[in-house]
């Protein structure tokens, strides 16, 4: 471990968590004990986010932050350093721009093993012999991180290379940035790093932008990126940023070589990657950055190669800049998951929320693998800032899983760039622009956006309605079944159903079950069905624990709506402007009318045995599946999440579990059960099994 353990902090190992009244602390025990939870909390802040390996459980820690809190605000002693300043609550309405420390250089940069070798001849002619110091290259956004006595003072993007803006409120929301260092670090330490998003992370909070109705972010680069520029630090600490530190711009006494410097920053407690390596030989770089290209997928942050670094500060001074890049470093980059193609036309598509947006579609080409054939554009904005257009030759990117991108135009064929349509290409409403993003107006008046809801409301999101997916939907449109809005979908009669093509006796009386079983739907589901924008699947089932009935979020207040836990401003204004629109009232009475009615939350709750447990399941259970686990979880008061917190109860391990759960489950001292031990407890066959008890180590 890099951080040494202050072994002499009543609140490092094995805490008690019985305090003294506050009226009978003094002010100097009180500001001792503050200066020791503040130490405390740092170090199991370190020993939760950085190492992985927390000391004590999660309930221990929250009970010595609360007692921070209250007493550095029974005694007036809030600090900036603390850790219980970590979110500054007021949003800000710019960043300010600051100058570097140093000016922040560039790297020369190649994917060609040859240009390395070349690299590698330039050094030893021009200082002799050198050795390296080889790193992955992190795909995320360089930041300066400036520490003054050992606090941390300001966060800085890149910007031009000389200043960039202040983004230290949001960057202080990060947990495995220190906001004070450990040790005795020099009284001023700059360093450079780059803030990511780990990929898991990433596709979790893109699809919850998909299922809210909001653009996607084509990788995590642009995902970190876009989240560091949030003016409300509040919004950036709700995202899964990390960071890694891996250059020290300016020090008192800077350290003699980069090897060392790596050590003593990390024993600073700054995260830095494990994976540093160092070599006198300039082949082992070449195999380090093969290695990693193996690894690369398996990695929880993106690498776009590796870097290079002269080891010894003198020489790598010696060696000297240009004017952009430093002639010390070298990035031995990946193979491009880029390749060039023609955009044969660009096709407009509008989505459920009448979202419009441009898509690319492409003369075929293999893109590591994988045969692409369109690639989104994004927005209007973006097409018109890439000056994209038909005919011109572009660079495709893929980026993890995400969908390929039109990453720049490479050649020029054509004039200008591709126009917006003022009206829907397919109801012919015209289209709003806000900032970047159009939309048809036409709501579930266009087809397009009708049918997208219509799946939408039959999806695994919404009702589940077997046997309803996108061919069947279609032909429905078709055939002209589905006319006037959502509703129609319970009209239809089987003498309808069987003479569609394709279709028999028992199929329609299959889809028509199926439309009769769901006819009754919990309130949580029937609210995600509908597809108001911000509410997915967890804001729907909040808002029916707390209202009740349909008729009552109906009726709620933007203050009543807001009062629900996980319900912003954002979101409550959502809720209220959805149903105040008349369209959409219009649907609930034709649903009704169709005999489909949600029934009351409470209806649908059949006890309370999982009443604030939180449980997350990898792999699979014995008999149920776990979506039906799921559900009686639910319905018994309890939430089932995707990945392992610190607020998860307990992680299920079933037959051929993830191993990244069952690993996050160890780091943050999760119990896990077996799927046998489990669904006995939650069929009701046995009782809650026993947890790790407060203290306890895991
Ligand atoms: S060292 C003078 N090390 O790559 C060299 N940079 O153009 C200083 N990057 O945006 C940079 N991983 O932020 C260095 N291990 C690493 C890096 C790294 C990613 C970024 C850096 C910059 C770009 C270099």
């Given at each position: 471990m890099a951080v040494e353990e202050p072994?002499?902090?009543?609140?490092?190992?094995?805490?008690?968590?019985e305090f003294t009244s506050v009226d009978e602390l003094s002010e100097e025990e009180a500001m001792a004990e503050v200066q020791a939870l503040r130490e405390a909390i740092r170090f199991h802040d370190y020993r939760y986010h950085i190492e992985h390996d927390p000391v004590i459980a999660d309930r221990t820690y929250d009970a010595l932050f609360e007692r921070l809190v209250m007493l550095e605000e029974a005694f007036d002693l809030e600090d900036p350093s603390s850790p219980t300043q970590r979110v500054a609550p007021e949003p800000i309405s710019a960043f300010e721009t600051v100058e570097h420390v140093r000016p922040m250089l560039s790297l020369d940069a190649s994917a060609e093993a040859d240009d390395v070798y070349e690299f590698d001849r330039r050094v030893r002619q021009e200082v002799g012999d050198a050795t390296y110091v080889l790193e992955p290259k992190f795909d995320g956004v360089a930041i300066e991180l400036v520490y003054a006595e050992g606090a941390l003072d300001r966060a800085v993007t890149r910007g031009d290379g000389y200043e960039g803006d202040d983004v230290t409120a949001n960057v202080r929301t990060i947990p495995t940035v220190p906001v004070e260092l450990f040790g005795d670090p020099p009284s001023l330490l700059a360093l450079r790093g780059e803030i990511y998003m780990p990929k898991d992370g990433f596709q979790v909070y893109n699809e919850e932008r998909i299922q809210t109705g909001q653009d996607p972010f084509a990788n995590p680069r642009n995902a970190a990126a876009g989240t560091l520029r949030q003016l409300d630090p509040s919004v950036v600490a709700q995202r899964p940023l990390d960071c890694f530190v891996f250059d020290v711009l300016d020090a008192d006494e800077p350290w003699e070589t980069r090897w060392e410097e790596h050590h003593a920053i990390q024993s600073f407690g700054l995260p830095v990657s494990d994976r540093v390596s160092h070599t006198e030989d300039i082949a082992e770089a070449i195999e380090y950055r093969d290695e990693l290209l193996d690894e690369r997928d398996d990695l929880e942050y993106e690498v776009d190669g590796i870097v290079i670094k002269v080891n010894e500060r003198d020489l790598r001074e010696a060696l000297g800049q240009t004017a952009r890049a430093s002639r010390g470093a070298f990035a031995y980059k990946f193979p491009a998951r880029t390749e060039e193609t023609a955009i044969t036309s660009i096709i407009v598509q509008v989505g459920r929320t009448g979202r419009v947006t441009p898509l690319a579609l492409l003369e075929p080409v293999d893109v590591g693998g994988v045969t692409v054939s369109r690639a989104s554009l994004h927005n209007f904005e973006e097409v018109r800032k890439k000056d994209v257009n038909e005919g011109d030759i572009v660079g495709v990117e893929r980026a993890g899983d995400v969908i390929p991108y039109v990453a720049e135009v490479v050649e020029k064929r054509s004039d200008g760039y591709f126009q917006p349509p003022d009206r829907c290409p397919i109801c012919e409403s015209p289209i709003e622009f806000e900032g970047p993003l159009a939309y048809c107006?036409?709501?579930?008046?266009?087809t397009a956006q009708l049918r997208e809801a219509v799946l939408y409301f039959a999806s695994d999101a919404g009702?589940?309605?077997?046997?309803?997916?996108e061919e069947t939907v279609r032909q429905f449109f078709e055939e002209g079944l589905?006319?006037?809005?959502?509703?129609d979908l319970f009209t239809i009669t089987k003498r309808e159903l069987s003479s569609l093509e394709g279709w028999g006796e028992k199929s329609a009386t299959n889809l028509l079950n199926e439309l009769e079983r769901v006819s009754n739907p919990p309130l949580d589901d029937f609210l995600a069905a509908?597809?108001?924008?911000?509410?997915?699947p967890t804001v729907a089932r909040k808002l029916a624990a707390a209202f009740g009935s349909l008729e009552a979020i109906m009726e709620a207040s933007l203050d009543e709506l807001e009062g629900v836990e996980e319900v912003g401003p954002v979101v409550a204004q959502a809720v209220r402007d959805w149903f105040d629109e008349p369209a959409n009232r219009t649907l609930i009475e034709a649903l009704d009318a169709n005999g489909v009615t949600p029934q009351t939350w409470q209806a649908t709750q059949t006890g309370d045995r999982f009443t604030d447990v939180t449980i997350v399941i990898t792999g699979s259970l014995p008999t149920l599946s776990r979506g039906d686990a799921t559900d009686i979880i639910e319905r018994e008061g309890g939430s089932v999440t995707s990945s392992v917190s610190g607020n998860t109860d307990f992680l299920i391990v079933g037959e051929n579990p993830g191993s990244r759960k069952v690993e996050d489950a160890t780091n943050h001292g999760v119990q896990t059960l077996d799927g046998p031990t489990f669904e006995s407890w939650l069929l009701g066959e046995a009782d809650r099994p026993r947890q790790a008890r407060l203290g306890e180590e895991f």
């Amino acid at each position: 471990m890099a951080v040494e353990e202050p072994l002499d902090n009543p609140f490092v190992r094995r805490p008690s968590t019985e305090f003294t009244s506050v009226d009978e602390l003094s002010e100097e025990e009180a500001m001792a004990e503050v200066q020791a939870l503040r130490e405390a909390i740092r170090f199991h802040d370190y020993r939760y986010h950085i190492e992985h390996d927390p000391v004590i459980a999660d309930r221990t820690y929250d009970a010595l932050f609360e007692r921070l809190v209250m007493l550095e605000e029974a005694f007036d002693l809030e600090d900036p350093s603390s850790p219980t300043q970590r979110v500054a609550p007021e949003p800000i309405s710019a960043f300010e721009t600051v100058e570097h420390v140093r000016p922040m250089l560039s790297l020369d940069a190649s994917a060609e093993a040859d240009d390395v070798y070349e690299f590698d001849r330039r050094v030893r002619q021009e200082v002799g012999d050198a050795t390296y110091v080889l790193e992955p290259k992190f795909d995320g956004v360089a930041i300066e991180l400036v520490y003054a006595e050992g606090a941390l003072d300001r966060a800085v993007t890149r910007g031009d290379g000389y200043e960039g803006d202040d983004v230290t409120a949001n960057v202080r929301t990060i947990p495995t940035v220190p906001v004070e260092l450990f040790g005795d670090p020099p009284s001023l330490l700059a360093l450079r790093g780059e803030i990511y998003m780990p990929k898991d992370g990433f596709q979790v909070y893109n699809e919850e932008r998909i299922q809210t109705g909001q653009d996607p972010f084509a990788n995590p680069r642009n995902a970190a990126a876009g989240t560091l520029r949030q003016l409300d630090p509040s919004v950036v600490a709700q995202r899964p940023l990390d960071c890694f530190v891996f250059d020290v711009l300016d020090a008192d006494e800077p350290w003699e070589t980069r090897w060392e410097e790596h050590h003593a920053i990390q024993s600073f407690g700054l995260p830095v990657s494990d994976r540093v390596s160092h070599t006198e030989d300039i082949a082992e770089a070449i195999e380090y950055r093969d290695e990693l290209l193996d690894e690369r997928d398996d990695l929880e942050y993106e690498v776009d190669g590796i870097v290079i670094k002269v080891n010894e500060r003198d020489l790598r001074e010696a060696l000297g800049q240009t004017a952009r890049a430093s002639r010390g470093a070298f990035a031995y980059k990946f193979p491009a998951r880029t390749e060039e193609t023609a955009i044969t036309s660009i096709i407009v598509q509008v989505g459920r929320t009448g979202r419009v947006t441009p898509l690319a579609l492409l003369e075929p080409v293999d893109v590591g693998g994988v045969t692409v054939s369109r690639a989104s554009l994004h927005n209007f904005e973006e097409v018109r800032k890439k000056d994209v257009n038909e005919g011109d030759i572009v660079g495709v990117e893929r980026a993890g899983d995400v969908i390929p991108y039109v990453a720049e135009v490479v050649e020029k064929r054509s004039d200008g760039y591709f126009q917006p349509p003022d009206r829907c290409p397919i109801c012919e409403s015209p289209i709003e622009f806000e900032g970047p993003l159009a939309y048809c107006t036409g709501g579930r008046s266009c087809t397009a956006q009708l049918r997208e809801a219509v799946l939408y409301f039959a999806s695994d999101a919404g009702l589940d309605i077997d046997g309803l997916g996108e061919e069947t939907v279609r032909q429905f449109f078709e055939e002209g079944l589905i006319v006037d809005d959502i509703a129609d979908l319970f009209t239809i009669t089987k003498r309808e159903l069987s003479s569609l093509e394709g279709w028999g006796e028992k199929s329609a009386t299959n889809l028509l079950n199926e439309l009769e079983r769901v006819s009754n739907p919990p309130l949580d589901d029937f609210l995600a069905a509908l597809g108001i924008p911000e509410v997915g699947p967890t804001v729907a089932r909040k808002l029916a624990a707390a209202f009740g009935s349909l008729e009552a979020i109906m009726e709620a207040s933007l203050d009543e709506l807001e009062g629900v836990e996980e319900v912003g401003p954002v979101v409550a204004q959502a809720v209220r402007d959805w149903f105040d629109e008349p369209a959409n009232r219009t649907l609930i009475e034709a649903l009704d009318a169709n005999g489909v009615t949600p029934q009351t939350w409470q209806a649908t709750q059949t006890g309370d045995r999982f009443t604030d447990v939180t449980i997350v399941i990898t792999g699979s259970l014995p008999t149920l599946s776990r979506g039906d686990a799921t559900d009686i979880i639910e319905r018994e008061g309890g939430s089932v999440t995707s990945s392992v917190s610190g607020n998860t109860d307990f992680l299920i391990v079933g037959e051929n579990p993830g191993s990244r759960k069952v690993e996050d489950a160890t780091n943050h001292g999760v119990q896990t059960l077996d799927g046998p031990t489990f669904e006995s407890w939650l069929l009701g066959e046995a009782d809650r099994p026993r947890q790790a008890r407060l203290g306890e180590e895991f």
